[in-house]
């Protein structure tokens, strides 16, 4: 078979040209001389897809000869973006790509554009599972990922008389060139039903969980090539079928339609992404999604390792580890107890042990409102024995708990599983960390709230057992391929220029060479045409989504990011109003010489989330007055950018000079897109949060525009403003009047009465600190906001000043890149490591 396969060069630019016109005859039923743009994109995705094949496959081969350590990353989301032009980087096949593509008189960034944005997550942790793949990919890492292949991705956001109206996204239209469907790889998942005992084969007592409903978990892979290396990672995702049997009784009875119907229904399974990244709610079908995927990817790896021969289950730590992405895989814990025990007959004892040191940890979010509590009805009802057993584990380590601490100590009840109250419920966050070998948090400030704030009571314990590092810290980074590389080819051009080689692609340290040049004044202009090439691309973008002309001399000003109360985008409308404000005391003279600002704020928010569809209205609303009024367009324009999505982060990201990381400190676990913008020569006007605090130390406090209270000041704010004492600045006060006046409601009372509710719970000063007042502590940190804001005009009106800045942060990045948290990951909680794929084997 192998001497009939055609043989082609894979980077030769007519060889694409054949594969593709095969692919448009055969593959899609197209003809030469008939087919649209969108075809083309679809036959280009082929010709990649044959080559990412082919790498994916003699990947897994090698993996496997090698018999090495495997990674598995379980995750509910991957906001991957497009596909075709980073595994073009990836593969190296930009120059034969463009070439081959010219000769057919087509434009390869217009086939780019034709693919939809798979958006098969919520924000922050989707997308960091996203560079995560890439970097294990080009870090040779035999690591895969497992998740949920939804039919509906995240919601596409549209904009309607200023408010957020969310539309379905089926992604998956006419089907994804870069998948390959696997009907061979399936497995079964139960729900519901109910636990009996009896014997095995052996005669042995055994547990059965019987009844219910199963439904089909079938793969579809997705290849995940790295860069410089040919190693090809896969992207595992679990699709919802109707199980295999039919029902024969059903068949004849006049119930047919109803069986058929019921067997549907098991697809509603994997159908839709919940589009919420802040609070919980216990929905059902929620808690069955993850089960159905944990449930699948488990019985996958363990089927790869008892495929090999002369296994033995007491190697299994030698070969496997697993990253839980947050609390939404970790029924794994239970999970992985069930196959062991129940399935593969493993004794309980050393299950637990196996378990505990295969299963990790990563933890997202300091909100305790976003930590995921099961009732343990619907635990009971949908998976009996995953009670039965946490049941068991949990009994254990109380009666372990009470030999430390005494039967009643206040400990126990903070780290059992079990929360008691009218509705009893499980604490996936407890079972997560009782089931890992390592917990993290994701930027150093973040690691140590979880110890301190979020589970003090696990890290004391930790430390009482003398293993204080179980909490680990992993400060999370983003992939240059996708953020530098392909978001900003002028960019990556200079830096491989002046450092005369790509090598900096995978090793960031490489980019301090460009130091030398920061003040050089070659490099200057370089850089600035660089940015000024951006803007163009962002204002062609901003004129197409929000009809909108915006001068691309003016200083750009970004906030894209969930829209949640605690990034506080409203303070951020707030002072764009407050400059409105300024600029309208001024004379016409005086304006000429005030610094031009477009303010761009992007973002998706809850469908439920009521303040937060407030805010963008606010922000809508806003732009309509300020960019019409003819005093002050010139200077300031404001626009909220519908549907941001990974694509649009791509070109608004490269553009920006300065972006917003403004939460109220010790809120942001850590935030990626703050990376992005500074290894693309912005500038950050933030807050002490998250890893702002790290990028701030690595590209020097000369970088930064810091403002705000830190992080330990916020108790000590609040209770003062209990006490009466928190003062809102006189500017601000302007703002709230003029909001409460009208300006900006549009003579629609609804909104009149939606902008006062904010500004008064802001001002209910009693309640800062809590849900009722001003939670986020915007009254307190704006006038440091302003202050920030006057010393970014002032730096900025120095352009060569600015530029220097630029280039310095942006050649100090190389903390950020996810090859450097990998690494540290791979090292330090998977023990695994890297397995390079030699050309020929
Ligand atoms: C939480 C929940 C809560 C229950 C409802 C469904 C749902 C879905 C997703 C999430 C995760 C939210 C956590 C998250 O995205 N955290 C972000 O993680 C980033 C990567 O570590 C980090 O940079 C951001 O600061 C953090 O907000």
């Given at each position: 078979?192998?001497?009939?396969?055609?043989?082609?060069?894979?980077n030769?630019?007519?060889?694409?040209q054949?594969?593709?016109a095969?692919?448009?005859?055969?593959s899609?039923?197209?003809?030469r001389?008939?087919?649209t743009?969108?075809?083309?994109?679809r036959?280009a995705?082929l010709?990649l897809?044959?080559?990412?094949?082919e790498?994916l496959n003699d990947?897994?081969?090698?993996y496997?000869?090698m018999d090495v350590k495997r990674?598995y990353y379980?995750s509910a989301?991957?906001?991957i973006?497009?596909?075709?032009?980073?595994a073009i980087?990836n593969?190296?096949?930009?120059?034969?790509?463009k070439e081959?593509?010219i000769?057919?008189g087509?434009e390869?960034?217009e086939?780019?554009?034709?693919?939809?944005?798979?958006?098969?997550?919520?924000g922050g942790l989707?997308?960091l599972a996203a560079?995560?793949?890439?970097?294990m990919a080009?870090l040779?890492?035999?690591?895969?990922g497992?998740?949920?292949r939804?039919s509906?991705g995240?919601?596409?956001?549209?904009?309607?008389?200023?408010?957020q109206?969310?539309?379905p996204?089926?992604?998956?239209g006419?089907?994804?060139?870069?998948?390959?469907p696997?009907p061979?790889?399936?497995?079964?998942v139960?729900?519901?039903g109910e636990v009996?005992?009896?014997?095995?084969?052996?005669?042995?007592?055994?547990?059965?969980?019987?009844?219910?409903?199963?439904v089909?978990?079938?793969?579809?892979?997705?290849p995940?090539?790295g860069?410089?290396t040919?190693?090809?990672?896969?992207l595992?995702?679990w699709?919802?079928c109707p199980?295999?049997?039919?029902?024969?009784?059903?068949f004849?009875?006049a119930?047919?339609?109803?069986?058929?119907?019921?067997?549907?229904?098991?697809?509603d399974?994997s159908?839709?992404?919940?589009?919420?990244d802040?609070?919980?709610?216990?929905?059902?079908l929620?808690?069955r999604q993850?089960y159905?995927f944990v449930?699948?990817?488990?019985?996958d790896?363990?089927?790869?390792?008892?495929?090999?021969?002369?296994?033995?289950?007491s190697?299994l730590p030698?070969?496997?580890?697993?990253?839980m992405?947050?609390t939404?895989p970790?029924?794994?814990v239970?999970e992985?107890?069930?196959?062991?025990?129940?399935v593969?007959?493993?004794?309980?004892e050393?299950?637990?042990d196996l378990t505990t040191?295969?299963?990790?940890?990563?933890n997202h979010?300091?909100?305790?409102?976003?930590l995921?509590?099961?009732?343990?009805?619907?635990?009971?009802?949908?998976l009996?024995?995953?009670?039965?057993?946490?049941?068991?584990?949990n009994?254990?380590w109380?009666?372990?708990?009470?030999?430390?601490?005494g039967?009643?100590s206040?400990?126990?009840s903070?780290?059992?599983i079990?929360?008691?109250?009218?509705?009893k419920?499980i604490r996936m966050?407890?079972?997560?960390?009782?089931g890992a070998?390592?917990?993290?948090?994701?930027?150093?400030?973040?690691?140590?709230?979880?110890?301190k704030?979020?589970?003090?009571?696990f890290?004391k314990y930790?430390?009482?057992i003398g293993k204080p590092?179980k909490?680990v810290?992993?400060t999370n980074?983003?992939?240059?391929?996708?953020?530098v590389?392909?978001?900003?080819?002028?960019?990556s051009a200079?830096?491989t220029k002046?450092l005369?080689?790509?090598e900096w692609?995978?090793?960031?340290t490489?980019?301090?060479?460009?130091l030398?040049?920061?003040?050089d004044s070659?490099l200057?202009s370089?850089?600035?045409?660089?940015?000024?090439?951006?803007k163009?691309?962002?204002?062609a973008?901003?004129k197409?989504k929000c009809d909108?002309?915006i001068?691309?001399?003016?200083?750009?000003?970004?906030q894209?990011?969930?829209?949640?109360e605690y990034k506080?985008q409203?303070?951020?409308i707030?002072?764009v109003?407050?400059r409105?404000?300024?600029l309208k005391?001024?004379?016409p003279?005086e304006?000429?010489?005030?610094?031009?600002?477009?303010?761009?704020?992007?973002g998706?928010?809850?469908?439920?989330?009521?303040?937060a569809?407030?805010?963008?209205?606010?922000?809508?609303?806003?732009?309509?007055?300020i960019?019409k009024?003819?005093?002050?367009?010139?200077?300031l324009?404001v626009?909220?950018v519908p549907n941001?999505?990974?694509s649009?982060a791509?070109?608004?990201?490269?553009a920006?000079?300065?972006?917003?990381h403004?939460?109220?400190?010790?809120t942001?676990a850590s935030?990626?897109?703050?990376?992005?913008f500074?290894?693309?020569?912005?500038?950050?006007?933030g807050?002490?949060?998250?890893?702002?605090?790290?990028?701030?130390e690595?590209?020097?406090?000369?970088?930064?525009?810091?403002?705000?209270?830190?992080?330990?000041?916020v108790?000590?704010?609040?209770?003062?403003?209990?006490?009466?004492?928190?003062?809102?600045?006189?500017?601000?006060q302007a703002?709230?009047?003029a909001?409460?006046?009208?300006?900006?409601?549009h003579?629609?009372p609804?909104?009149?009465?939606?902008?006062c509710?904010?500004?008064?719970?802001?001002?209910?000063?009693q309640a800062?600190?809590?849900?009722?007042?001003?939670?986020?502590?915007?009254i307190?940190d704006?006038p440091s906001?302003?202050?920030?804001q006057?010393?970014?005009?002032?730096t900025y009106?120095?352009?060569a000043?600015?530029c220097?800045l630029?280039?310095?942060a942006?050649s100090?990045?190389?903390?950020?890149?996810?090859d450097?948290?990998?690494?540290?990951?791979?090292?330090?909680?998977?023990g695994?490591k890297?397995?390079?794929?030699?050309?020929?084997?």
């Amino acid at each position: 078979l192998w001497k009939l396969m055609d043989t082609y060069e894979p980077n030769d630019p007519e060889s694409i040209q054949k594969s593709f016109a095969r692919h448009l005859e055969y593959s899609l039923a197209c003809t030469r001389f008939n087919f649209t743009m969108e075809d083309a994109y679809r036959a280009a995705g082929l010709v990649l897809r044959d080559r990412l094949l082919e790498s994916l496959n003699d990947t897994n081969d090698y993996y496997r000869k090698m018999d090495v350590k495997r990674g598995y990353y379980l995750s509910a989301e991957y906001l991957i973006g497009r596909h075709m032009q980073n595994a073009i980087a990836n593969l190296d096949l930009e120059q034969p790509f463009k070439e081959a593509f010219i000769g057919l008189g087509m434009e390869l960034e217009e086939l780019f554009h034709e693919e939809a944005d798979p958006a098969l997550g919520n924000g922050g942790l989707g997308r960091l599972a996203a560079c995560f793949l890439d970097s294990m990919a080009t870090l040779s890492l035999p690591c895969w990922g497992y998740g949920i292949r939804y039919s509906y991705g995240m919601f596409k956001q549209e904009i309607q008389n200023g408010r957020q109206v969310e539309c379905p996204d089926f992604w998956i239209g006419d089907g994804c060139p870069f998948e390959i469907p696997r009907p061979d790889i399936t497995y079964p998942v139960r729900l519901y039903g109910e636990v009996t005992h009896g014997e095995d084969e052996k005669g042995n007592w055994c547990v059965n969980w019987v009844g219910g409903e199963i439904v089909q978990a079938m793969a579809y892979d997705n290849p995940i090539p790295g860069f410089d290396t040919y190693n090809t990672n896969n992207l595992r995702l679990w699709r919802a079928c109707p199980s295999k049997e039919f029902d024969l009784d059903m068949f004849s009875a006049a119930a047919y339609a109803d069986s058929v119907e019921s067997r549907r229904k098991a697809e509603d399974l994997s159908a839709v992404l919940y589009p919420n990244d802040a609070t919980y709610e216990g929905k059902e079908l929620r808690l069955r999604q993850q089960y159905f995927f944990v449930s699948a990817s488990l019985q996958d790896l363990l089927r790869d390792f008892i495929k090999r021969p002369n296994y033995k289950w007491s190697e299994l730590p030698e070969k496997v580890a697993v990253q839980m992405n947050d609390t939404h895989p970790t029924i794994a814990v239970a999970e992985m107890m069930r196959l062991l025990v129940d399935v593969m007959h493993v004794h309980w004892e050393e299950a637990w042990d196996l378990t505990t040191k295969c299963l990790n940890y990563t933890n997202h979010t300091v909100m305790p409102e976003a930590l995921e509590k099961w009732p343990v009805e619907m635990i009971e009802r949908m998976l009996p024995r995953h009670l039965q057993i946490i049941g068991e584990l949990n009994l254990r380590w109380i009666k372990d708990l009470q030999k430390k601490y005494g039967d009643h100590s206040p400990v126990i009840s903070a780290l059992s599983i079990f929360e008691e109250g009218d509705i009893k419920k499980i604490r996936m966050g407890n079972l997560a960390i009782m089931g890992a070998n390592k917990v993290n948090g994701v930027a150093a400030i973040h690691t140590e709230i979880i110890k301190k704030e979020t589970f003090p009571e696990f890290y004391k314990y930790c430390c009482d057992i003398g293993k204080p590092d179980k909490i680990v810290n992993m400060t999370n980074g983003v992939t240059p391929r996708r953020w530098v590389h392909c978001a900003n080819p002028a960019l990556s051009a200079i830096f491989t220029k002046y450092l005369g080689s790509h090598e900096w692609l995978t090793d960031m340290t490489k980019l301090k060479g460009m130091l030398k040049f920061k003040e050089d004044s070659k490099l200057h202009s370089e850089w600035m045409e660089m940015k000024r090439e951006c803007k163009a691309k962002l204002a062609a973008f901003v004129k197409e989504k929000c009809d909108l002309d915006i001068d691309q001399d003016a200083l750009i000003d970004i906030q894209i990011k969930r829209i949640h109360e605690y990034k506080r985008q409203l303070m951020n409308i707030l002072y764009v109003i407050h400059r409105y404000q300024e600029l309208k005391k001024k004379s016409p003279g005086e304006r000429e010489k005030t610094q031009k600002r477009v303010v761009l704020i992007g973002g998706k928010a809850a469908s439920a989330y009521v303040n937060a569809k407030i805010i963008i209205k606010l922000i809508s609303n806003v732009g309509k007055v300020i960019n019409k009024d003819p005093d002050t367009s010139k200077y300031l324009k404001v626009a909220f950018v519908p549907n941001y999505c990974v694509s649009a982060a791509q070109v608004m990201i490269p553009a920006s000079d300065i972006s917003e990381h403004i939460s109220t400190a010790g809120t942001e676990a850590s935030g990626t897109s703050n990376m992005k913008f500074v290894m693309n020569g912005g500038l950050i006007v933030g807050t002490m949060d998250g890893a702002n605090i790290e990028i701030r130390e690595e590209c020097g406090e000369d970088t930064m525009f810091i403002f705000g209270c830190l992080e330990h000041q916020v108790a000590d704010i609040a209770a003062k403003a209990k006490s009466g004492h928190y003062p809102i600045d006189s500017r601000l006060q302007a703002v709230f009047q003029a909001i409460r006046n009208g300006d900006f409601s549009h003579g629609e009372p609804e909104a009149q009465a939606e902008f006062c509710s904010l500004v008064d719970r802001l001002c209910n000063i009693q309640a800062a600190g809590t849900w009722d007042g001003d939670k986020y502590l915007v009254i307190s940190d704006f006038p440091s906001f302003i202050d920030a804001q006057a010393r970014v005009d002032a730096t900025y009106a120095d352009k060569a000043k600015w530029c220097k800045l630029s280039i310095q942060a942006a050649s100090s990045m190389a903390k950020f890149s996810t090859d450097r948290t990998i690494k540290e990951y791979a090292e330090v909680i998977w023990g695994v490591k890297p397995a390079v794929r030699p050309l020929e084997d």
